[in-house]
């Protein structure tokens, strides 16, 4: 199997540590193909910036999809997942959304963690859109700088753990790490942390091979089905290929 | 007073319309300033398609709120609205958020009515994103081809009034003409509805007006403070610099 | 345009406080008409005092209304509301629901400040009713007493500001100053505090003008329609003819 | 045991009737005090009709709580219920109130039935008002005229019959009939539909009487504590008494 | 009239406990037959337990039911109560069921308080359930060992008087205290409690009452209709006996 | 990996058909051990036999868990599940809940569709229960009767298509076949719907699978924490086994 994860923000340290937790946590046999937004933020944090995020998604998959099986919107979040599941054949999956699902498999309320007050309100506002307030214990953020957006997982960890105790304090019965910068230290920390933490990369790189393997149909009715003809100008020569289909 | 209106879709003729409405529509003294997206698509129906809308109204926002006193998204179902609200310090208002928020003061349950069905997914997540569905009693729309964007609302007028008679069947106590294609329609159905209609960008035109004169500060923190500084790129000068403040 | 404002409280020296905020607040060309309920409490701030204001808003449109392009019930929670919306045929905003509605185009979620905590039930329950509550960041309330109806807004000034502190710590985007006694205060504090505030009174007058300016039809049809022909007995002869259309 | 029912309704063949059943549903030695309003509507309809109706309660209960062990609003819908309870220090309870509560004992869904359209938007609001939306199936109305308020009941029982399979179909598992005009007609048709049904008068009385034996504190704290001293003018002595405490 | 209440603990003295409280709070003339699971957990206090209570509580009442007039599951958050409702012939009401509603007529909003903070999940999937997790305060736990689940109420009557008043400041209009092991105590600490408090155990008797008093028929339709007739193996003969109608 | 399928009803042709589909579905190298409920009903449709079924599910676990990585519970509506993961340390999915989840990554909105309306009560109240009520469109059964459950899927192919139109008119964007007797249907019938279709038993494999490789650690604390000790009496010794940890 092979799966596209795109990364809609613009700093390839992130894409390769989203990669690297990808490669580790696929089934044996799935190919990893990690590609980077061409324009946009070094790291989407608010809505403005997922405004281009969810443009810059759509452009790599209409760059990259051709030949993989599923695809990964790799910034917690989701930019542009709808536009994405109207637009292509294969299934594709959001970090927010696999690790949310998959957390309400392990508990019955989860709590989002992440690095920077900046990104709650974008955060809120995917848990509702997906429906799943009532079963979100609170979005947890650290509130303090941090030296750079590559290596923010690992000095962070330690503040982590703790917020994570105030979150099972407030009710939460799993812990997502959100944040595609965070990627893989859900494993690190899982000894220090009494409840079962989920990693954003990982949930989306499993729920993608799950799609996959149930061959879901393209819908050709519903809400999902592809946009009819309609002009479209002033983008990419490979996203206009793909709103013609 | 002067007003941006920002129109997301690409097609000049919609900008007419929307401008011949809102100027006779709003408060005497008010300029409106109409503006035309410079890419996407000719008229936005999908989830795919407001994408492109939402990064297209920061674009015109950027290149065209300077000197204004609020700014209108002259799209129904408001792409990018959120993201202009953080970044502008003027007041931004979308049409449906609007003209949802005016039927609120005039019945207990609003129906939207449109002229495609393919709108009836990015209409329905619009009420959800406002948390008004507990106030909806319904998007309804003919399902049926037309046969230009731009004269669309006078020949669909009569099918328009008998989807009303089954929109207040359904417990609507107000009606909605929503898509910016519909502007005006509703002020010359108005004898033929029994409830009162909202015409969108109507109601998006003087609800911008009320918040100007409100004079509402720039918020320095909350969900709308503006976003910290970071790297962006790829994008239009104007809409970077937006970004920088 | 001429604007009934009717209070249900029964104190003057409040009336005038309003009727000065609605003067300095509407569009030019405006006539504030402002009355002072015959009957009920010096100021509502319970279910039980809410009951003898909505009989006694209605005493006042009936006397009133006549002549007025719209109205106004200039009591925080709005009693009587919906039934005067029933009865006149002009548009009637209340003056909490035009300010949580207008505070909806400022902010994703909004709290109301208020300086009794006997008011909160009340309030709450009005929220609730708008169908509001997943807008709404919480209500908060000074505990302590004060010294007089007519000057509680100066006394507590700067004791607001301290609360709405706490309320925007609490996830509130825009600041509501509830309860017509404080009417004017958001604009004398506008500085002092990080997000937008809104003033009950101001953003009632603007929206009774907004719709003014739409001008929607008495509906027929819907919860809004009037009271079909009944006996009505033992009221004003002003209120019984207005329940005789 | 002495219980109250006080009738906002002026219409004393409607008292007369909630009377009787509720004599025949009480417990052994309780007596039953029946009350008509002396002011609003023959029967009460619509929101308008409401608000007299909830002062006119607060009317009868003090004039004629004394001496009693507990109250019963005999309006479906409640006009003034929480009011009430706010001033009285023995329980109140409400028609609808109480028989939406005692349904859900029944079943997990119910159905309110009554015998015209213009009630249905202030039933729907007293069902929401309850936080009991979830548990409604519907309301369900006969939408044709009566001859007379004070035999609407035996006029239409078979058409509520036939009305009350139709609300089964939607989902019902309980027939609530609404209406104090409908007052005993629940069980006359017991045999006739196939899910239970509620009688109100019967449900309230009973649930008074449970209140009562119960033997709750007024409390002095929460929601429903007495209103601080307050001046009131301008309504009857014996109200003007209960809001003094 | 003869209720039986159904104890699904196995624990003999907190059947004492209840049968005592149940016989002190119940009409005169009423007989309660007060019977304890024959297998299970001595207290129920999680989703596992309450597993083995469902199927105890249909155990007891195959073995019990007959002859009487309706039924208490007398655990709070009633295991086994909408499969009971669906099997027998007579009214069955839960402690939680109850209490909670009979708390509405008293308040906005309850507060239910117990003495392990293991029960919290679940109660409150429990107050989920009934659709009242809109009317709930919280659910407040003590977070102590206690001696004996047969002592517990005297044990920790004076921490549950300061939970209260914690309980009241968070909102809460009512007190009611969950967990049979409490019957009793919320009468000998209504002096104490600035609110009314509900005793779970008498609640659900006089609820019992109430539901039998009313005379419901059994549903032929709906879903509390009687299963249809299935094989079933491996239980008791009572409880096979039931499923067979 | 070795997955435990644990079938809580007692007919070996429906675990039989289970377990065909759960092979078919699973990664390569997964073990499918499949077990039918030792008592109970042949077939769970109403809460009374889910009361048997999650007992017996329970029972099932006990005895088979041993060994195995993950655990499916075979019944869709998912009895017994939230037990199971109290006591479990290994990762304990439901065929519904797994299904609703994987649909919500395909779709909008789920439908259910079943082969017999005496099912929908139970799936009601287990979309309720998983908080996903938002996002379905309806449960759709089949309402006519069958000729044996291990050969309903074939019989009703084409009755379940037909449904599934129905369903996707009222806005399902995705289809689960519900219900252990339909396992493996969704395959053979994708090519006839218009929308993805779930296989619910295809489903839970996969996500048990997903859980498992994402090894989540058996919480300390929150409310999937092991409970405490307790005594339990009269079930089998396996199970007294499971609860003694």
């Not at 696999?98 to 019955?108: F, I, K, P, W």
């Not at 979100?136 to 994570?164: H, M, N, W, Y």
């Not at 304090?169 to 812990?175: L, M, Q, R, S, W």
């Given at each position: 199997m092979r799966l596209l994860v795109a990364n809609p923000n613009t700093t390839q340290g992130v894409t390769d540590r989203i990669a690297r937790v990808a490669r580790a946590a696929c089934a044996p046999g799935t190919e990893i193909v990690a590609v980077t937004a061409g324009f946009g933020a070094e790291y989407i944090a608010t809505r403005a910036e997922a405004v281009l995020g969810a443009h810059a998604t759509l452009d790599l998959l209409a760059n990259h999809a051709q030949g993989c099986d599923a695809a990964v919107v790799a910034a917690f979040a989701d930019p542009g997942l709808g536009a994405a599941r109207e637009l292509l054949s294969i299934p594709v999956v959001g970090m927010a959304e696999a690790s949310m699902l998959t957390a309400c498999m392990l508990g019955r309320r989860f709590a989002i963690l992440t690095f920077?007050?900046?990104l709650e309100p974008w955060y809120q506002e995917c848990v509702e859109y997906n429906g799943l307030a009532g079963r979100c214990a609170g979005i947890f953020c650290l509130d303090e700088p941090f030296q750079a957006i590559t290596s923010v997982a690992e000095e962070k960890a330690q503040r982590l753990v703790a917020l994570a105790g105030r979150a099972i304090a407030a009710g939460a019965d799993v812990i997502i790490l959100g944040?595609?910068?965070?990627?893989?230290l859900a494993f690190d920390l899982a000894e220090q942390v009494a409840v079962p933490m989920v990693d954003a990369v990982a949930a989306a790189v499993r729920q993608a091979e799950t799609l996959a393997a149930l061959r879901p149909r393209k819908p050709v009715?519903?809400?999902?089905?592809r946009p009819g003809p309609k002009s479209i100008t002033g983008i990419s020569p490979a996203l206009a290929g793909l709103f013609k289909g």
């Amino acid at each position: 199997m092979r799966l596209l994860v795109a990364n809609p923000n613009t700093t390839q340290g992130v894409t390769d540590r989203i990669a690297r937790v990808a490669r580790a946590a696929c089934a044996p046999g799935t190919e990893i193909v990690a590609v980077t937004a061409g324009f946009g933020a070094e790291y989407i944090a608010t809505r403005a910036e997922a405004v281009l995020g969810a443009h810059a998604t759509l452009d790599l998959l209409a760059n990259h999809a051709q030949g993989c099986d599923a695809a990964v919107v790799a910034a917690f979040a989701d930019p542009g997942l709808g536009a994405a599941r109207e637009l292509l054949s294969i299934p594709v999956v959001g970090m927010a959304e696999a690790s949310m699902l998959t957390a309400c498999m392990l508990g019955r309320r989860f709590a989002i963690l992440t690095f920077a007050v900046a990104l709650e309100p974008w955060y809120q506002e995917c848990v509702e859109y997906n429906g799943l307030a009532g079963r979100c214990a609170g979005i947890f953020c650290l509130d303090e700088p941090f030296q750079a957006i590559t290596s923010v997982a690992e000095e962070k960890a330690q503040r982590l753990v703790a917020l994570a105790g105030r979150a099972i304090a407030a009710g939460a019965d799993v812990i997502i790490l959100g944040g595609a910068p965070l990627a893989g230290l859900a494993f690190d920390l899982a000894e220090q942390v009494a409840v079962p933490m989920v990693d954003a990369v990982a949930a989306a790189v499993r729920q993608a091979e799950t799609l996959a393997a149930l061959r879901p149909r393209k819908p050709v009715a519903g809400t999902f089905r592809r946009p009819g003809p309609k002009s479209i100008t002033g983008i990419s020569p490979a996203l206009a290929g793909l709103f013609k289909g």
